[in-house]
């Protein structure tokens, strides 16, 4: 529960962040064009509001509605999901969306996206700034992966150590290598000490999201940090932190999975543990308790076991190297777009469960501001597509405006937010409704 808790503090928290800085946009350059704000409400208010306020002299009404799925600014005279038709059937005025040119309606209908875009190129910035870019070089990984059995299938084998994606050298584990990998033709890793070439299946994509089986992990050793208690087996057997156990009686044991497979089955069994501490190799004897554990914990971040590299920024430099991994970001994502239109893609997608879950179970402030930079990347794309009742319906139906001359009618308007409300109600319920499969399936 305190999972739960944390992950859903941390994801309120940024939605509303979000949801601010979006309705921001349009309200200072709806006033900017000298057009009247209704309303401006963070989250939805229907039937009531946690807080609403009206300052003395303004014709804006504040406030916090109670259903998180976003929010709205209620611009005068404008066709929106306040589907507001007393103030269309009067008389336009000066005042009013509808009676300024196309092109300020444009640019207030676009400040949304563009506010969102400059937030998270702002909060990488600022990232890189106060933490800098560290990560860990898959050359530095000398153990190598532990690939799924989707990527074994094709011919990857764990301890291969990523090089190449066709001629393109891949340099840190992450997303970025993921896209590399499924989108080459053929991947060169390194096997034993000698270049293997790997061909890799046009349909690569769709088979890991098909079999949601993941890509690969950091194949790491086992390091005692520390012990579940003082009666611990292996403390008492005389195991220190910063041992490497290397292998389980005759078997040899370079990661953690070869330990834990070793342990199967050894509920309360003599083992004898070969280590090695301070460069010295060494060997206990003890018995596992009833569980078949050793009873330590152990360094499961590889950042703390392979030597890393960290990229420091001034705060001006900062900028265009944020700048450049949001626009990098917004590409990678845009082109993940393409499998949505599968099968597989399509059974993928998420809702808030999924964006819940890319927040970290204990509260970290870089990943936290990283997560919700990633988030203000996706709202600000996927709120400028071309669907009625979008940022990017207004905008279709403008540019059609500038193009043609000819503005919609109301009521054409109107259906159209109508239509576009049911479209995005319709993949709301299906995406919440996949989360709900996925949970109750695992």
């Known amino acids: 529960m305190d999972t739960f808790l944390i992950k859903a503090l941390q994801l309120i928290l940024s939605i509303s962040i979000l949801v601010f800085i979006h309705e921001l946009g349009h309200f200072l350059f709806a006033r900017l064009f000298k057009v009247r704000v209704d309303k401006f409400y963070i989250f939805f208010d229907p039937w009531f509001a946690l807080f609403r306020f009206k300052p003395k002299k303004s014709e804006t009404e504040y406030g916090i509605g ?11 005279g404008m066709i929106d999901e306040s589907m507001d038709k007393e103030q269309l059937a009067q008389p336009p005025q000066p005042y009013e969306f509808r009676s300024k040119p196309a092109g300020p309606r444009l640019l207030i209908m676009l400040a949304g996206v563009l506010f969102n875009f400059i937030l998270a190129l702002f909060i990488y910035s600022m990232i890189l700034f106060a933490w800098g870019d560290t990560y860990l070089p898959l050359k530095h990984m000398k153990l190598g992966m532990d690939y799924s059995e989707t990527f074994h299938e094709v011919g990857f084998q764990d301890g291969d150590i990523l090089l190449r994606a066709d001629d393109v050298k891949l340099e840190r584990f992450g997303a970025d290598a993921l896209r590399a990998v499924v989108g080459a033709s053929t991947v060169t890793v390194l096997r034993e000490g000698v270049e293997t070439t790997i061909s890799i ?30 009666d611990s087996p292996a403390a008492l057997a005389g195991l220190q932190e910063g041992d490497t156990i290397l292998s389980i009686d005759d ?8 330990v834990r497979k070793q342990l199967e089955n050894r509920k309360h069994q003599e083992i004898t543990v070969g280590f090695s501490r301070n460069g010295i190799l060494q060997s206990l004897r003890f018995r596992t308790d009833t569980a078949g554990n050793m009873g330590i914990f152990l360094i499961n971040n590889p950042n703390r ?11 001006f430099a900062s900028f265009p190297a944020g700048i450049r991994l949001g626009v990098n970001t917004l590409k990678g994502y845009v082109g993940d777009m393409k499998y949505v239109f599968t099968r597989e893609g ?8 999924a964006i819940g879950s890319l927040f970290p179970a204990v509260w970290d402030w870089q990943t936290f501001w990283m997560t919700t930079a990633f988030i203000s990347i996706i709202l600000a794309f996927m709120n400028i597509l071309p669907i009625p009742a979008l940022d ?17 009618s109301d009521k054409f308007l109107e259906y ?4 576009g409300m049911l479209i995005l109600f319709g993949l709301l319920i299906y995406a919440n409704g996949n989360d709900l499969f996925r949970f109750f399936s695992t």
Do not use: N
């Open 416 to 419: 159209a937010q109508i239509a």
């Open 392 to 408: 990017g319906g207004h905008v279709m139906f403008l540019l059609y405006e500038v193009i043609t001359r000819r503005k919609p």
């Open 66 to 76: 109670w259903l998180p799925l976003g929010g709205y600014c209620k611009i005068a």
């Open 251 to 258: 078997a040899l044991t370079p990661t953690v999975y070869d």
């Open 201 to 230: 299946p046009e349909d690569m994509m769709q088979r890991v999201m098909r079999d949601k089986k993941g890509f690969a992990s950091v194949r790491i050793p086992m390091i005692v940090e520390g012990f579940s208690g003082d």
């Open 305 to 315: 076991i392979y030597p890393t590299m960290t990229h420091t920024y001034g705060f």
């Open 346 to 353: 399509a059974s993928s997608l998420g809702g808030f469960g």
